[in-house]
């Protein structure tokens, strides 16, 4: 005898209680954008360094340097694999230094040079060091601190 009723679908199919309901939607849709205009160089950025980079290190001369103008700045590799970065500003009347040549920073005004290695006076008439720079080398990128 094969009982052929009671296949109980019924209870099976009872609550559909999984509406996919969002719960707590904010509210508030009035986002407080952000001024999207990035401050362009104003010299004091912090955080992205690739996009502050100031130099390659391929860029700098081994025994020699470069001078950033725009950033007043003259960057130098005395040794190979060490940079340092010195004020472009002569300390003897503020020209801005201009060339790094036999291995010295030189001034066009009065024909101060200072050390590449550590901006200290080689020739006067200035009598004060270019002040260092602090920068960091991040694999091929220098970058002022
Ligand atoms: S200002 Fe540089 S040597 Fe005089």
Not at 16 to 39: F, H
Not at 58 to 82: C, L, N, R, Y
Not at 106 to 130: E, M, Q, R, W, Y
Request: aromatic share 4%; charged share 20%; proline share 7%.
């Amino acid at each position: 005898m094969l009982g052929a009723g009671g296949v109980g679908l019924a209870a099976a199919l009872t609550a559909c209680s999984g509406y996919g309901q969002p719960a707590a939607e904010e509210t508030t849709s009035a986002e407080p954008a952000p001024s999207s205009a990035p401050e362009t160089a104003s010299g004091s950025g912090s955080g992205d360094s690739a996009a502050n980079a100031l130099a390659k290190t391929g860029d700098i001369p081994e025994g020699g340097g470069k001078v950033f103008k725009a950033e007043k700045v003259v960057v130098t590799q005395p040794t190979a694999g060490e940079f340092k970065c010195f004020s472009s500003v002569c300390t003897h009347q503020g020209c801005d230094v201009d060339a790094v040549e036999g291995g010295t920073i030189n001034c066009p005004c009065h024909g101060s040079k200072f050390s590449i290695a550590d901006g200290s006076v080689t020739d006067g008439p200035a009598k004060k060091p270019l002040p260092e720079k602090t920068i960091k080398v991040d694999g091929e990128s220098i970058t002022l601190a």
